[in-house]
């Protein structure tokens, strides 16, 4: 499904700041009987031409580099795949890459703009030839006019993640060789996505599978609370403390710990974690030694850490000890034709089966799934079969549309539902609607919501942790 993609933040009126596109012609993918080579991808029982792209050329200052798997992060910072080492030029200022047959430009929150033949855009398309400036950098973006295979997993999922489309399988294929190592890998993606799932396969798919696997959502608790969960506490060492406690990460020995929306930190934990990673040690609170910790660290983020490194907000040295291997987990609109694959999983997960509910299986109700964008992605999904199921019935996409992302929504009918599962399902509502209105009127400080809710402040907490809302 098209995505519409913001273009020129000047005059969006203006026919010259339109971004222009591109339509690159995919190459064919007919069935391959015969014994398939490194260019081909086996797809059930057949096989097919593995994906590619087409290469292209960036040239600026007399310099030319050839991107050959349809990416590029351009920038002043030496971490970037390709470097402009000029002073008007942001460390991460902007990525380029072929997205849906054509190749898109997005600025990662530069200081002095991005630039698409002299329009500035926050996101927009390139055709071949144009001019994209950087700062005070001009660069030449050209297409090499050739295509390169992209490799490609031959397995159709990873641990609880699944998928057909060429976008996964690239993505299966980093995950493969990222769990063979102790590499640290960070996640990001949009809310949903399944970047934690990936993170729990990345741990069993490990030699540290059979070892502890935990997660810590970094946005969930406050600086001092956060501090104490990851490096533990000594009696005493603050009010309340009255005995010792282990941290995660000694919690985790020998195995792996997940630091979800590590964006969150506060900055003044960033470089406790930065030491954790460089020397593998750790201070419990009021503790004068270090201690040894044998764990690996993934991350995972619905941000752009590349944007809060460039304003401030997230230490560049942090980001890259963390980057060493970065995934990006595509939304559901991005792969809508693995959605019956999806929803295969997950209804098996929900525990339905085709003979308990036949209608949810039907091929005709799994192919029109790919008439919604699903913003809210697997978790949206999720939400809508287990609505299905609970009326026993095909609820119309056009309500899982409509309640996408709210909770505000009640179903319009109870009939089939018992007293406790409506009245269960009433509460969650309200609470999640609540919750949200307090916290915005208290601009996410939990101490005075949790006064005005007049609840304590740990159960309040868990409250935001059960229905994934975050406070300051």
């Given amino acids: 499904m098209a995505q519409r993609v913001r273009g020129a933040l000047d005059d969006d009126d203006d026919e010259s700041s339109k971004a222009t596109s591109l339509e690159l012609k995919p190459l064919a993918a007919p069935p391959f009987p015969k014994k398939p080579d490194d260019r081909t991808l086996q797809l059930g029982s057949g096989y097919r031409i593995a994906p590619s792209v087409e290469g292209f050329a960036l040239t600026w200052n007399e ?96 641990g609880e993640l699944v998928g057909n489309s060429a976008v996964m399988r690239q993505l299966f294929m980093v995950l493969e060789k990222a769990a063979r190592t102790d590499t640290t890998v960070i996640l990001d993606g949009e809310t949903g996505t399944g970047k934690t799932k990936a993170a729990a396969a990345l741990h069993e798919k490990s030699a540290r599978a059979g070892k502890p696997f935990l997660v810590v959502d970094c946005g969930a608790l406050p600086p001092t609370l956060l501090e104490a969960e990851l490096f533990g506490h000594e009696k005493g060492a603050f009010t309340g403390a009255v005995a010792r406690r282990m941290g995660v990460f000694e919690e985790a020995e020998g195995g792996t710990v997940l630091l979800d929306e590590v964006g969150e930190m506060p900055v003044e934990l960033q470089p406790r974690l930065l030491r954790v990673l460089e020397e593998k040690q750790i201070k419990r609170l009021g503790q004068n030694k270090s201690t040894p910790i044998d764990v690996r660290i993934l991350a995972a983020t619905h941000r752009d850490l590349r944007a809060d490194v460039n304003a401030g907000k997230f230490r560049a040295d942090l980001y890259f000890r963390l980057a060493v291997v970065r995934v990006t987990v595509p939304p559901l609109r991005d792969r809508l ?105 208290y601009a996410g400080k939990v101490s005075q919501a949790a006064k005005e809710a007049d609840v304590d402040r740990v159960y309040l907490y868990r409250l935001l942790r059960k229905y994934g809302l975050k406070a300051k």
């Fill in 63 to 158: 310099r030319r580099v050839v991107v050959v798997d349809g990416r590029a992060q351009l920038g002043s910072d030496p971490g970037n795949t390709v470097v402009v080492s000029e002073p008007t030029v942001s460390r991460f200022h902007c990525e380029v890459r072929i997205e849906a047959q054509r190749v898109l430009v997005r600025d990662l929150g530069s200081t002095n703009g991005t630039f698409i033949d002299g329009v500035r855009v926050r996101e927009g398309y390139l055709k071949s030839g144009a001019r994209l400036r950087l700062g005070n950098t001009e660069v030449r973006f050209e297409l090499e006019g050739k295509r390169h295979f992209l490799p490609v997993s031959e397995d159709p999922a990873f």
């Fill in 337 to 441: 034709a693995d959605l019956p694959l999806i929803a295969h999983a997950l209804l098996g997960e929900l525990g339905a089966t085709p003979a308990s509910h036949p209608a949810l299986f039907e091929e005709k109700f799994l192919a029109s799934l790919s008439r919604a964008d699903w913003p809210g992605n697997a978790r949206e999904l999720r939400n809508h079969l287990e609505r299905c199921m609970l009326f026993e019935e095909q609820v119309p996409l056009g309500e899982a549309a409509s309640t996408a992302g709210s909770s505000r929504t009640a179903p319009q009918s109870w009939a089939g539902v018992s007293l406790a599962s409506a009245r269960q399902r009433v509460i969650e509502q309200f609470e999640r609607a609540y919750l949200e209105q307090l916290l915005e009127r």
